[in-house]
């Protein structure tokens, strides 16, 4: 019964990005395997991130467990639909069950999406990272493929408040949406955490990057673009501003990676 859930809600989500005129391309499917545990470590730029993801796996991973935040179980009819498709409620203030759920799920060879930085960036660029994943990688031998994406943020995502108020939804039709997987990451028993997040944190940078500056995604000459980072040319709130934005747990690892290294 789940798995039939969890195909017909990818059905609807599917069904709505053809409503939209929503175009996902993927690259590097292939680094996903189609059987046994894997760890999705994906970068964080949009509320429907999880939609894309899912989407770019369908081949490979027809159903992707995704570490998403514990106040969308507040609602009983979404808390019913979000335990029988086995997603994992994460509270940063008390992570331990969720780990425990992840690396159980891992156990029975599920394939587990977590996004690191613990919150969209507002300036675009991949922010410090929490230390779950390599420690789920190290303890269960999961092997970890870093995900990327872009596109995604000119549908939904977070900006400047105006008037107290984060942007609203943009339903525009023909958005494209590029999901990137890289090649798989290993965590050795004896490596350090610290150390394998921020590797983390520079292929992810880089990965995102390259999305980034696809010719279909620069702004055009004078454009005024909030939906693209500062030090690329765009008008998002650079690192300064958005430092006082995100909200980034005092555990994460700091950025040696992108252009907030040092």
């Known amino acids: 019964m789940s798995d039939r859930i969890h195909a017909a809600v990818n059905r609807i989500g599917n069904g709505l990005l ?25 970068t964080h730029v ?30 009983a009819w979404a808390a019913w639909f979000m335990d029988r498709m086995q ?7 008390a992570p ?7 690396r159980g799920l891992l156990a029975r060879g599920e394939a587990v999406c977590a996004f690191p930085e613990a919150g969209i960036s507002y300036s675009y660029t991949v922010r410090p990272l929490m ?17 990327a994406l872009w596109g995604s943020q000119r549908i939904y995502s977070v900006g400047r408040p105006v008037d107290g108020r984060e942007p609203p939804p943009e339903w525009r039709r023909g958005r494209r949406v ?11 028993p004896g490596d350090d955490l610290t150390e394998c997040t ?13 999305l980034q500056q696809l010719p279909h995604h620069r702004p055009r ?42």
Not at 52 to 66: C, S, T
Not at 131 to 137: D, E, I, K, T, Y
Not at 138 to 144: L, Q
């Open 18 to 42: 053809r409503a939209l005129d929503v175009r996902v391309e993927t690259r590097g499917a292939d680094h996903v395997p189609v059987a046994g545990p894997v760890l999705l470590a994906c």
């Open 96 to 102: 331990a069950g969720a780990y425990l759920r992840a």
């Open 221 to 262: 000459p004078g454009e005024y673009a909030p939906w693209y980072p500062a030090h690329l040319g765009g008008h998002a709130p650079d690192l300064a501003e958005a430092a006082a934005l995100d909200d980034v747990p005092r555990s994460a690892v700091r950025p040696t990676w992108g252009p907030s290294a040092g």
């Open 178 to 188: 590029d999901v990137s997987f890289g090649a798989p990451l290993r965590v050795a």
């Open 46 to 75: 949009s509320y429907p991130d999880f939609v894309f993801v899912q989407k770019g796996a369908l081949e490979r991973r027809p159903f992707v467990r995704f570490m998403t935040r514990h106040d969308v179980w507040d609602k």
């Open 198 to 210: 921020a590797h983390l944190g520079g292929v992810l940078s880089q990965m995102l990057e390259e």
């Open 131 to 147: 230390r779950g994943v390599a420690s789920l990688a190290r303890e269960t031998g999961a092997p970890v493929v870093p995900v």
């Open 87 to 93: 997603h994992v409620p994460v509270d940063r203030q």
